[in-house]
């Protein structure tokens, strides 16, 4: 049971206290010309701070604490602090996984700055710890008003598949329901990214829209621009972000949304040097966050893991088709 009178406890609450008063008060639509959520000074700073929270409170009782400690007991306020913006909705669970490992490494180095503080420093001015947990909030407007950082990069993956490019060009176009069972384990979708469900062209060449829906009712359109027939079709995204359920993705990470999205998306089928056919799909991705290679990381992390996803379901059935067509003809 937690105790007010105990430092260690004292530390843990304000620490978890800290960041959900500054996860709410960063998200207030009024401020928004001064403070945001997506920043480096909410995702690495505030960890920050709530390391050097606990940390701080914690050697009030015990002064001989290990580096190790000092790393590792900083993580207690923030898996308290992301299991409380779950439970109340704050974020969903994209997030919360996105975010975990640079809250704990930057919870870690804040743990330890209040450790070295302690040891080195003798005399510290009892403003330290204000001044530590005021830093964010000075460096918000900063970062809002001046630090605008806007990237894309490509995404890109492929598979040898036991087909013809005729036959694997006929399951790319209109992509018939999708049963859970046709789709292999996915990282994305046990964080919570909706699974696909369709796909149906309007027409054929360019110009043509190809409709995507997702569970959720997520649905957006891929404007064709390049179509050579068994060899690659290529297509823009256009999706309209408040046509996409809040429920369905976390607002932060949603497709077209402010802050990350897809621009451009590419089927290419060729042959390897054995005569294999191989099915490449490529995507463009545009991020908006100031995150640098952390965002980076985890849009190949996820798009790679999707893009491996749906060329499994082309291989399968492809492949499928072959042997049933290859069947059909023995008979």
């Known amino acids: 049971m937690m105790s007010f009178n105990n430092p260690k406890h004292i530390g843990i609450f304000l620490g978890v206290l800290y960041g959900i008063s500054a996860r709410i008060l960063l998200d207030i639509e009024f401020l928004k010309d001064y403070v945001n959520l997506v920043s480096v000074s909410f995702v690495f700073f505030v960890p920050f701070v709530i390391g050097f929270i606990r940390i701080h409170f914690e050697l009030r009782v015990n002064s001989d604490l290990t580096y190790r400690e000092m790393i590792t007991l900083a993580w207690q306020p923030i898996f308290i602090f992301l299991l409380v913006t779950i439970f109340t909705l704050l974020e969903g669970s994209i997030c919360v996984v996105m975010t975990l490992p640079a809250f704990m490494f930057f919870a870690s180095l804040g743990g330890l700055a209040a450790g070295l503080l302690n040891k080195f420093i003798k005399n510290r001015q009892k403003g330290t710890l204000l001044s530590v947990t005021l830093l964010p909030f000075f460096l918000l407007p900063l970062e809002v008003n001046f630090l605008h950082s806007s990237k894309t990069y490509q995404v890109e993956n492929s598979i040898i598949i036991q087909a013809s490019p005729e036959v694997v060009w006929s399951q790319l176009a209109n992509v018939n329901a999708i049963d859970e069972s046709e789709l292999s384990f996915s990282l994305t979708h046990l964080i919570g990214v909706p699974r696909p469900i369709e796909a149906s062209m309007n027409a054929n060449g360019v110009g043509a829209v190809r409709t995507s829906k997702w569970a959720k009712g997520v649905e957006f359109k891929e404007v064709i621009t390049d179509w050579v027939p068994n060899h690659r079709m290529a297509y823009d995204f256009d999706i309209d972000p408040d046509a996409i359920p809040d429920d369905a993705l976390d607002k932060h990470v949603k497709l077209?949304?402010?802050?990350?999205?897809?621009?451009?998306?590419?089927?290419?089928?060729?042959?390897?040097?054995?005569?294999?056919?191989?099915?490449?799909?490529?995507?463009?991705?545009?991020?908006?966050?100031?995150?640098?290679?952390?965002?980076?990381?985890?849009?190949?992390?996820?798009?790679?893991?999707?893009h491996l996803s749906l060329l499994k379901l082309m291989k399968l059935r492809s492949e499928t088709l072959l042997k049933n067509n290859e069947f059909n003809a023995s008979l």
């Not at 897809?262 to 100031?290: A, F, R, S, V, W």
């Open 256 to 306: 077209g949304g402010e802050y990350f999205s897809p621009i451009k998306g590419e089927y290419l089928i060729t042959k390897d040097y054995e005569g294999n056919t191989l099915l490449h799909l490529k995507t463009t991705l545009l991020d908006n966050t100031n995150f640098g290679i952390y965002s980076r990381v985890w849009g190949e992390i996820i798009f790679q893991d999707f």
